[in-house]
């Protein structure tokens, strides 16, 4: 049966001992989900691996059709919200709830502005006729590559490189757009003085899985866009 | 919530069902697993004498003894058979009903570490199993469970729905492996080092990991496999250089191990069993507890025996074939140690140790007979027959599905406070240990002659084994009745269960009968060992 009484100040459920019992029983909880979306994530990166062996050639040239620059560019704003994830987690410790929010903020603010450029990736490839697998339109494409002057695609199979461009970043994508709603959660808490210095698990565990996703992405980026 | 009064306990704290519906109680979210799991069954269990029913004769055409009107039919009935009872009853069956109530029981804490998620998790079984069964009523599903490409690529059936619908259930085994993780982890009572948890405790803990590792995977599998109905991406598909035996790798990455999510937890069960009856210390007590480990660790690197005959190279074959000997070895050290246990002991026949004993027989059938398909040369032969069906059958059913009962009447009085009736669960499993013999042991036979699987029809030859096959399986369901008999029996008038009616040593016997809300009235404090019997 799980009732809460307050201890210094925090509600704690019945069955945890004081406030720190709960709080690292929560943060192992949430490292063990962390490894169910490595896991997850793992399938997507063997079925590279094996298909990367099998057709490295195919995967130079579909990396040919993605723009490195913005790849960076979401690299980089992923790892500043990194950054100012953690700040949060510091200033809610600090007990500097006002600034906790900002780095919040800021942080959203970041996951916007990558998927607002994985928004524009994406329509692109539509518009040239790349779409995941049997979707891809091949002649379509290579009419594309013709009018703009390019040498058209070797790989009939190009697809599949599609199929593991779409299925790996529209799931980290969807991560992320989870990960936004989220730390929006946990700003609304904050800004409501939910959390206290001995007391800020959900910023906490939902700082650990933001951090997984950046770090998924980091992995992602040179396998998907580095690898020609 | 202050002191609860005298004689309250988890069932009569609040009335109603929203009560429980909306219970946070690791005790009361174990009931409603228990009565969701067990319509579950029944649904299986149908499917299961639907399909032996049409088995019962050969020739079909002729209309002699066709119960499904065609081998379409045959293989959804099939395919509803082996998903139900795989993801809605074997895997959630131990540890959500028995894991969710004892686990906290047993090592003297309040509840689990997360009882919010831990109803969730049940929630989320219960959207899958909707889903699931929702598809009985659209174009239904024919893949079998294994939902193999590229077939489940290919066919007009609801195969997307029933997948989405396991990738849900597999949510709420991952949550409720994890919790169970951090229960162990973080809530033992004062004194209840990981040497003095018990067996099922170890059991379970083995479990949870294998819960969390493993069942991603099957996760990711499953989303790719919709992707590719939906999108075509092409990663399982030969169109664009794709490779449908990679679904099989992936598929089997998961559901291997889950085999052990499956027996796991029956083998801590058989473990409390054996010693409680035995009124002896169990023997090897760090022995089995890191079998159980081992058994986890090993099951990762050996699903590429599901797949001798894919056309995976012949020394993938032979490793895979020799690190799946390598399972026999902490699960014999499991058998002999049971053994070793009931050697000397006091033993008591009750009915939960009748189950235990059928336990030990059964699953050294079911373990002996694995060893021998993990021998290329013979699975080569026996690959897709009835040998297989007959093998995995002594191990799940005649394996868990035992232990379940046993566990349950082991643990009915602490459950619900009252008895049951010695005399009718004993008549359950005389029918469910017969009819289990009688239905399986003829496949074992069946198989060596050559009959495949999963199929609707079969030639003459095979007839008569077949009827007797079938007949054991009205047997399995007559004991099943009895055992349902005996629980709503025990239910209305059983006479008022003690504390510790068997004498086991254990800290969930030292709860009321049922327990109350808070499980113990003071924080137990442990100072030995579970099994410390004079």
């Given at each position: 049966m799980s009732t809460s009484r307050i201890i210094d100040g925090v509600p704690v459920q019945e069955h945890y001992r004081d406030v720190d019992h709960q709080f690292v029983s929560a943060k192992e909880g949430i490292w063990l989900f962390m490894v169910t979306e490595i896991l997850m994530f793992g399938g997507l990166f063997v079925g590279y691996a094996i298909y990367h062996m099998k057709y490295p050639e195919m995967f130079a040239e579909g990396a040919r059709f993605l723009d490195w620059r913005l790849g960076f560019v979401n690299t980089l704003v992923l790892i500043f919200s990194s950054f100012t994830m953690a700040l949060g987690i510091y200033f809610c410790q600090m007990n500097q709830m006002k600034k906790a929010v900002w780095a919040l903020a800021v942080t959203v603010l970041c996951g916007a502005i990558f998927m607002v450029i994985k928004y524009f990736e994406y329509t692109h490839k539509f518009h040239m006729g790349i779409f995941p697998g049997n979707m891809l339109n091949l002649p379509f494409l290579n009419e594309h590559l013709a009018s703009i002057g390019e040498k058209p695609v070797v790989?009939?199979?190009l697809g599949l490189y599609f199929g593991f461009y779409f299925c790996m970043s529209g799931l980290h994508g969807i991560h992320v757009l989870l990960g936004m709603g989220l730390i929006t959660w946990c700003l609304f808490r904050c800004a409501r003085g939910d959390f206290k210095p001995n007391y800020y698990t959900a910023v906490e565990g939902v700082g650990i899985f933001w951090h997984i996703v950046d770090l998924i992405w980091i992995f992602l980026f040179p396998l998907l866009y580095l690898v020609g | 919530m202050g002191h609860a009064p005298e004689g309250s306990n988890y069932i009569n704290v609040q009335k109603g069902l929203w009560s429980w519906l909306t219970t946070l109680d690791h005790k009361r979210i174990g009931i409603l697993y228990f009565v969701t799991v067990m319509f579950f069954f029944l649904v299986g269990g149908i499917a299961a004498l639907l399909l032996r029913g049409e088995l019962f004769a050969a020739n079909t055409t002729a209309n002699v003894g066709q119960i499904l009107a065609n081998g379409d039919i045959y293989n959804q009935v099939l395919t509803y058979h082996g998903a139900i009872m795989v993801f809605m009853v074997i895997v959630p069956g131990i540890p959500a009903i028995l894991g969710n109530f004892f686990l906290p029981l047993q090592i003297g804490?309040?509840?689990?570490?997360f009882p919010k998620l831990n109803l969730a998790s049940w929630y989320c079984l219960m959207l899958g199993a909707a889903l699931a069964i929702a598809t009985m009523f659209t174009t239904r599903v024919d893949t079998g469970w294994t939902f193999y490409t590229p077939y489940s690529i290919r066919t007009g059936t609801a195969v997307s729905m029933m997948v989405v619908a396991a990738f849900i259930m597999g949510m709420s085994s991952i949550l409720t492996g994890l919790n169970f993780i951090v229960t162990v982890h973080k809530l033992r009572a004062p004194g209840m080092t990981m040497y003095r948890m018990p067996l099922f405790v170890w059991s379970l803990y083995s479990t949870a990991i294998i819960q969390v590792l493993a069942t991603p995977v099957l996760g990711i599998t499953l989303l790719l496999l919709v992707m590719e109905r939906a999108f075509g991406v092409g990663i399982f598909d030969p169109k664009l250089g794709g490779d449908p035996v990679l679904f099989q790798h992936f598929f089997w990455f998961y559901s291997h191990p889950a085999v052990y999510i499956m027996i796991l937890p029956a083998m801590g069960i058989i473990s409390e069993l054996i010693t409680t009856f035995s009124k002896k210390t169990i023997f090897g007590y760090t022995a089995i507890a890191y079998s159980s480990l081992g058994i986890a660790a090993v099951s990762f690197f050996v699903w590429g025996h599901h797949m001798f005959v894919s056309g995976q190279s012949e020394v993938a074959g032979i490793v895979f074939s020799f690190l799946t000997m390598l399972v026999g070895v902490p699960t014999a050290i499991k058998m002999f140690n049971w053994i070793s246990t009931l050697y000397k002991g006091s033993v008591e026949f009750r009915t939960p140790m009748l189950y235990a004993l059928g336990f030990l027989f059964l699953f050294a059938i079911g373990g002996v007979t694995g060893i021998m398909l993990a021998v290329t040369a013979v699975d080569v032969h026996f690959h897709d027959t009835y040998f297989v069906v007959a093998h995995f059958h002594y191990v799940m059913v005649g394996g868990t599905l035992m232990a379940i009962m046993g566990g349950f009447f082991y643990w009915f009085p602490k459950m619900f406070g009252k008895m049951y009736n010695e005399s009718t669960a004993r008549l359950s499993w005389v029918f469910i240990f017969i009819g289990f013999n009688v239905t399986f042991f003829p496949q074992f036979i069946l198989g060596a002659m050559g009959m495949p699987r999963r199929y609707f029809d079969y030639i003459p030859a095979y007839e008569p084994l077949n009827r007797i096959s079938t007949v054991g399986s009205w047997l399995i369901g007559i004991g099943f009745l009895f055992g349902l008999y005996t629980i709503i029996n025990g239910l209305i008038s059983g006479q008022k269960a003690p504390k510790n009616p068997w004498g086991s040593k254990t800290l969930e016997w030292e709860a009321d009968s049922p327990p109350s809300v808070h499980n113990f009235d003071h924080e137990p404090v442990v100072t030995a060992g579970p099994y410390e019997y004079k």
């Amino acid at each position: 049966m799980s009732t809460s009484r307050i201890i210094d100040g925090v509600p704690v459920q019945e069955h945890y001992r004081d406030v720190d019992h709960q709080f690292v029983s929560a943060k192992e909880g949430i490292w063990l989900f962390m490894v169910t979306e490595i896991l997850m994530f793992g399938g997507l990166f063997v079925g590279y691996a094996i298909y990367h062996m099998k057709y490295p050639e195919m995967f130079a040239e579909g990396a040919r059709f993605l723009d490195w620059r913005l790849g960076f560019v979401n690299t980089l704003v992923l790892i500043f919200s990194s950054f100012t994830m953690a700040l949060g987690i510091y200033f809610c410790q600090m007990n500097q709830m006002k600034k906790a929010v900002w780095a919040l903020a800021v942080t959203v603010l970041c996951g916007a502005i990558f998927m607002v450029i994985k928004y524009f990736e994406y329509t692109h490839k539509f518009h040239m006729g790349i779409f995941p697998g049997n979707m891809l339109n091949l002649p379509f494409l290579n009419e594309h590559l013709a009018s703009i002057g390019e040498k058209p695609v070797v790989s009939s199979n190009l697809g599949l490189y599609f199929g593991f461009y779409f299925c790996m970043s529209g799931l980290h994508g969807i991560h992320v757009l989870l990960g936004m709603g989220l730390i929006t959660w946990c700003l609304f808490r904050c800004a409501r003085g939910d959390f206290k210095p001995n007391y800020y698990t959900a910023v906490e565990g939902v700082g650990i899985f933001w951090h997984i996703v950046d770090l998924i992405w980091i992995f992602l980026f040179p396998l998907l866009y580095l690898v020609g | 919530m202050g002191h609860a009064p005298e004689g309250s306990n988890y069932i009569n704290v609040q009335k109603g069902l929203w009560s429980w519906l909306t219970t946070l109680d690791h005790k009361r979210i174990g009931i409603l697993y228990f009565v969701t799991v067990m319509f579950f069954f029944l649904v299986g269990g149908i499917a299961a004498l639907l399909l032996r029913g049409e088995l019962f004769a050969a020739n079909t055409t002729a209309n002699v003894g066709q119960i499904l009107a065609n081998g379409d039919i045959y293989n959804q009935v099939l395919t509803y058979h082996g998903a139900i009872m795989v993801f809605m009853v074997i895997v959630p069956g131990i540890p959500a009903i028995l894991g969710n109530f004892f686990l906290p029981l047993q090592i003297g804490a309040k509840d689990v570490a997360f009882p919010k998620l831990n109803l969730a998790s049940w929630y989320c079984l219960m959207l899958g199993a909707a889903l699931a069964i929702a598809t009985m009523f659209t174009t239904r599903v024919d893949t079998g469970w294994t939902f193999y490409t590229p077939y489940s690529i290919r066919t007009g059936t609801a195969v997307s729905m029933m997948v989405v619908a396991a990738f849900i259930m597999g949510m709420s085994s991952i949550l409720t492996g994890l919790n169970f993780i951090v229960t162990v982890h973080k809530l033992r009572a004062p004194g209840m080092t990981m040497y003095r948890m018990p067996l099922f405790v170890w059991s379970l803990y083995s479990t949870a990991i294998i819960q969390v590792l493993a069942t991603p995977v099957l996760g990711i599998t499953l989303l790719l496999l919709v992707m590719e109905r939906a999108f075509g991406v092409g990663i399982f598909d030969p169109k664009l250089g794709g490779d449908p035996v990679l679904f099989q790798h992936f598929f089997w990455f998961y559901s291997h191990p889950a085999v052990y999510i499956m027996i796991l937890p029956a083998m801590g069960i058989i473990s409390e069993l054996i010693t409680t009856f035995s009124k002896k210390t169990i023997f090897g007590y760090t022995a089995i507890a890191y079998s159980s480990l081992g058994i986890a660790a090993v099951s990762f690197f050996v699903w590429g025996h599901h797949m001798f005959v894919s056309g995976q190279s012949e020394v993938a074959g032979i490793v895979f074939s020799f690190l799946t000997m390598l399972v026999g070895v902490p699960t014999a050290i499991k058998m002999f140690n049971w053994i070793s246990t009931l050697y000397k002991g006091s033993v008591e026949f009750r009915t939960p140790m009748l189950y235990a004993l059928g336990f030990l027989f059964l699953f050294a059938i079911g373990g002996v007979t694995g060893i021998m398909l993990a021998v290329t040369a013979v699975d080569v032969h026996f690959h897709d027959t009835y040998f297989v069906v007959a093998h995995f059958h002594y191990v799940m059913v005649g394996g868990t599905l035992m232990a379940i009962m046993g566990g349950f009447f082991y643990w009915f009085p602490k459950m619900f406070g009252k008895m049951y009736n010695e005399s009718t669960a004993r008549l359950s499993w005389v029918f469910i240990f017969i009819g289990f013999n009688v239905t399986f042991f003829p496949q074992f036979i069946l198989g060596a002659m050559g009959m495949p699987r999963r199929y609707f029809d079969y030639i003459p030859a095979y007839e008569p084994l077949n009827r007797i096959s079938t007949v054991g399986s009205w047997l399995i369901g007559i004991g099943f009745l009895f055992g349902l008999y005996t629980i709503i029996n025990g239910l209305i008038s059983g006479q008022k269960a003690p504390k510790n009616p068997w004498g086991s040593k254990t800290l969930e016997w030292e709860a009321d009968s049922p327990p109350s809300v808070h499980n113990f009235d003071h924080e137990p404090v442990v100072t030995a060992g579970p099994y410390e019997y004079k």
